[in-house]
């Protein structure tokens, strides 16, 4: 994707965000090794606050078919309220990590490449770093490697979206979580 279809994407799902959700957010956290496949879901908030953890909705690896590795990513909020976006159907959810002090505020995601004939898994991990030093690393699967982090919020990630492949149907590969956008505000 070149720079000017990713702006006009970051446009848009600011314009869906602002328009659907009535939140102000001030920057949207991105990073370039994301998957390509898949519908992004809906935005979703902390009520009044920043995220201070994390899980992952993870399908353990299969020994015969399809592996989609991570499915989805719920954020814990300060403010005891729990978000999610769209999350693919296989998997179940991880321990939850929190930052012992502060919010997290930036994110590197672990991808697998396109394998051509062989399974795609996409996102198999994620790390956040906390605002006060910490950084935190997803109970993810094997496959792939992370990429750069992206840019920090200045004080802390308060909500995000995912793009999410859904079932692809009998005998064609199913990947799950491929992208995430995070907000800070």
Request: with cysteine; aromatic share 12%.
């Amino acid at each position: 994707m070149d720079l000017s279809a990713s702006t006009a994407l970051l446009l848009t799902i600011s314009c869906y965000v602002w328009n659907t959700e009535s939140q102000w957010f001030s920057s949207v956290l991105s990073v370039p090794n994301a998957g390509p496949w898949g519908d992004w879901g809906p935005a979703s908030f902390c009520s009044n606050g920043y995220a201070n953890g994390f899980s992952l909705k993870v399908e353990k690896a299969q020994l015969l078919g399809d592996n989609t590795a991570v499915n989805g990513i719920r954020l814990y909020c300060n403010d005891s309220t729990e978000i999610e976006s769209r999350v693919g159907p296989w998997g179940t959810w991880t321990t939850q990590l929190f930052c012992p002090e502060g919010y997290l505020v930036s994110f590197s995601l672990k991808v697998e490449s396109h394998q051509k004939i062989l399974d795609d898994t996409a996102v198999n991990n994620i790390q956040f770093k906390c605002s006060g030093g910490a950084n935190l690393i997803g109970f993810g699967t094997k496959w792939g490697k992370f990429g750069p982090w992206s840019d920090s919020c200045s004080i802390g990630i308060c909500g995000f979206i995912t793009r999410v492949q859904d079932k692809q149907g009998v005998g064609d590969d199913d990947t799950a979580l491929n992208d995430v956008l995070f907000y800070c505000c």
